[in-house]
Structure formats: C-alpha cells, structure tokens
C-alpha cells in the first residue's frame, strides 16, 4: 500500500471544526482514501471513506485535493468524544483481501473543554 | 446488534508458554481478521479467515497461528511466549471482508508476557 503522512499530534477546542490533514502524493489511482480512528481503550472504528470526490456523513467530511495527493478528515463540531488517534489509510482495489489494513502512525488529537 | 467481543480481555503469561485467543464477530459476519498493537510497531496485521480459510497472512512467524469455526467465531494461538508477543491483540469482523467494506473492531485482549 502506498505511504500517509500525517502529523504527530493536534489540539482542538470544543465545538469548534477540526480539519486533520492527510498527505500521500504516492497514491496510485486505484487507492481508496480510508480513515479510521481508535479511541482511548478501544478498537479502532471506521469513520469514512473515497476515492475523489468528497464525501460526507454522520461523523465527519473527507475532502480529497483535485489531484488526491492530499485529503482532510473534517469533524464539523468537535466534542469531547471525539478526542482519539485517526489513521489516514489507503487502499488498493486490487488488494486481495479487504480485511488487511495497513496502519501508519496516525494523529493524536486532543479536544480541549 | 451486538458488536466484536473478545476474551479474555486482559492475560498474563510467562515465556515459553502458549495462550488462545477468543473472537466473536458480528453476526452474519463471515471475515474475521487480526492485529497486533504494540507501542513500538503499532497496528499490525496478522491474518484473515473467511469461512473457516485463511485467506490472507502478514508478516508474523509461525508462532502465530490461528483457525475459525462454522459459526465464524475465531480464534488465535500463540506458542511458546516472548516477551516481545507483550502485545493488544485485536480482533476484527466484517460481512465478506471485500474492499471499502467497513471493519468493526473488538476492544482486544491485552496479553502481557513475564
């Protein structure tokens, strides 16, 4: 799979929108962007998916660059339960199994009260 | 619907010895897969099982090992213990386990090993 960047850490305060960037300028035209994040504790949980066009449901927005070299991961309103470490992950149609996930390091974010 | 659940949720072994691993997926779900969270090397997967086959493997040495029932339940042995194996163990299930299909995940197993 292709190689994410993605920064070590972001801060937020409560309520406010939270736009987590997402850099891959190797991704390869049949890489689905995937986003997933792990809060305190538990497993990792699913948040949302595309492949160019931008994406929208109930837990964020994914906004793709025009060229995809780069994505952001858009919490309209953060709460605190939102605090947790997102993974920005590509995939490959070709792959065989829809199950592997290949996880980078993600980002941290915190949301302050 | 009830959601992944894995047992034990917290294990403590010594070296050398061997420990299983329980996973429940979700019902009607037939593609079970597992990770290995450490600090230092994060989310890694190990292997994918789907109707009772292992279909896919990562890079984890024969140690590691595991097998699914007809009823999809899964589960993951690992012998003769390292301290290295000191690990969360997560489990996760999805429908057919195709691509762009969500995984949903379990909450681990924290195996610590002596």
């Known amino acids: 799979d292709a190689k994410t960047t993605q920064p070590n850490s972001m801060e937020s305060n409560e309520e406010e929108p939270v736009h987590l960037p997402c850099n891959h300028s190797?991704?390869?035209?049949?890489?689905?962007i995937h986003w997933y994040r792990q809060l305190p504790s538990q497993g990792p949980e699913y948040v949302i998916h595309?492949?160019?066009s931008n994406v929208n449901n109930r837990m964020a927005s994914l906004a793709i660059a025009e060229d995809r070299k780069s994505s952001t991961l858009i919490l309209h309103r953060a709460t605190l339960r939102d605090a947790a470490v997102y993974y920005c992950i590509l995939r490959d149609v070709e792959e065989t199994s829809g199950s592997r996930l290949t996880f980078g390091e993600g980002t941290q974010l915190t949301v302050n009260p | 619907k009830a959601g992944v659940t894995q047992t034990p949720r917290y294990l403590i072994k010594t070296r050398g010895q061997q420990v299983t691993l329980s996973c429940s997926p979700i019902s009607g779900h037939r593609s079970v897969s597992w990770y290995q969270q450490t600090p230092g090397q994060g989310l890694q997967f190990l292997f994918e099982y789907f109707s009772e086959t292992q279909r896919n493997k990562g890079n984890f040495p024969g140690r590691f090992s595991g097998r699914q029932f007809s009823n999809s339940r899964s589960e993951m042995n690992v012998s003769t213990l390292e301290l290295g194996d000191s690990a969360l163990y997560l489990c996760a299930s999805s429908s057919i386990g195709v691509l762009n299909e969500k995984l949903f995940f379990g909450s681990g197993t924290q195996l610590s090993v002596l």
């Open positions: 190797t991704i390869s035209g049949t890489d689905y």
């Open positions: 595309g492949l160019t």
